[in-house]
């Protein structure tokens, strides 16, 4: 196997740090006394549309696939992704913990596959720790670092209209409520900017803990 191959292989691996993080949401997920209820007016006009959970699932592709263009392109932009999902995860469940939320959803109607889809959201995530939403965090996050390496106007029109469909894919599957998305767009753009400041990523013990991982790829021009 060529250094360029292990060095992917090795970022794909260091994926599983999510499914492992995401042990601390399955624990906190779980209904606790003083559950906060954070809808306002606006969630009210928002109707429950089960179309919509084609968008809500596609999420589990759209960060696995961007996770892994970034571990093929790019090792820096790979691990600041990962970094901030991580980070940007770890900072929700604070907010489960301190200040746990619980989302009202509707009675399911019918038997078409779209309420089907609906049925199966519900059975594997309970309506509690809702602010800020993990998908609007993590949708976020994938754009922002795709739009910021792609100077491409195809690669940026998918991806802003992948994130939107998410992030309205949460209000009408009844998942979250409007300032859950509004908290995950707040955490998303902070995380974003703390692992895209240099600063950090030049200091010397950063440089050492990347030179393991990174590999440059001659010739490679992300602007193409």
């Not at 949401?25 to 928002?46: G, K, P, Q």
């Not at 594997?124 to 602010?131: E, I, L, Q, S, V």
Request: proline share 5%; net charge positive; aromatic share 16%.
């Amino acid at each position: 196997m060529s250094d360029k191959n292990r060095q992917v292989m090795i970022r794909i691996c260091c994926m599983i740090i999510i499914p492992l993080v995401s042990i601390i949401h399955v624990a906190l997920n779980t209904y606790r006394e003083n559950m906060h209820n954070i809808s306002i007016i606006l969630d009210d006009w928002i109707p429950f549309v089960p179309a919509f959970s084609i968008p809500y699932l596609y999420w589990f592709l759209y960060v696995f696939a961007g996770l892994l263009y970034f571990a093929i392109m790019d090792g820096k932009y790979y691990f600041r992704l990962l970094g901030s999902i991580v980070v940007g995860m770890c900072l929700s469940f604070v907010f489960f913990y301190f200040y746990p939320t619980t989302v009202v959803r509707p009675e399911i109607l019918g038997n078409g596959l779209m309420e089907r889809s609906v049925a199966y959201i519900y059975s594997m995530d309970n309506p509690y720790n809702c602010f800020p939403s993990i998908h609007v965090l993590n949708a976020m996050l994938v754009t922002m670092f795709l739009c910021s390496y792609r100077k491409s106007l195809r690669v940026w029109g998918v991806s802003i209209f992948s994130c939107a469909a998410i992030i309205l894919s949460t209000l009408f599957v009844k998942q979250h409520y409007v300032l859950d998305a509004v908290g995950g767009i707040i955490l998303s753009t902070g995380v974003y900017l703390f692992f895209m400041n240099e600063n950090f990523w030049n200091s010397i013990p950063m440089q050492r803990v990347m030179a393991l991982f990174t590999h440059p790829r001659p010739g490679n021009d992300p602007n193409i």
